[in-house]
């Protein structure tokens, strides 16, 4: 069992109307790895990541998470795994506190009020635990957001811009947190992110898409290679704007 992927995905395809979001996509996410998924706006990360969830229906393929398939079997695991955006709001008039306890009961975890002072003491939320969520700056919410993400122990861990509107001091400090917990607890991280910095400090391997493709798929150092630029952020203009898309699809990469 050791030797399954944690996360699959197989020619996965989401057509809306007459709009394609996804097209074709496969990729499989080996156990421990930090993945980094890239693109431009519409370009597919968000319906990916929703499909790999079991929250979206595919229009053709098949999405697995720590083996199961998640359109029929996502229950047996979703209690392994978890997910953090700053762009879908905790219950805003809950307390930090109140949150997190909450979520630590449907979770199951034994012990939710230790759990929910243990994150608050990890990630410094004890200046604002009695507050209620969404009476929060942009910044603290993050960090809300990250705790509730962590509260299982999560063996497969979800991000969509994890350091959104911190400062570049605390987006680090929570950079070390996100490794800290794959180091300790041997987790898979799907990040995505528009933070270059970010993804070459954290991700073993970038995968770009444009237009519901996988147009390039490899380490950041073989992406800044190939691309025959210095930082990621050269290479993500280029692919966001298709100037190497078509190369990586003619077999550049």
Known sequence: MSDIPAIEVENLV???D????VDGVSLTIPKGAIVGLLGGNGA?????ITSIMGLLRPTSGRTRVLGADMMRERHSVLHRMNFQSPYV????RLTVRQNLLTFARLYGHPNPKARAQQL???LELFPFFDRKTGQLSAGQKTRVALAKALVND??????DEPTASLDPDTAGWIRDRISDHRTKKGATILLA??????VERLCDRVVFMRRGKIVADATPTELLEKYGRETMEDVFIDVARGEAAMAALEGAL
Do not use: Q
């Open 193 to 198: 992110s528009h933070n270059m910095r970010e």
């Open 44 to 48: 597919g990360k968000t319906t990916t």
């Open 120 to 122: 608050a003491e990890e």
């Open 89 to 92: 709001d905790l219950p805003g």
């Open 18 to 21: 007459d709009v394609t979001a």
């Open 154 to 159: 999560p063996e497969v861990l979800l991000l």
């Open 14 to 16: 989401k057509i809306y």
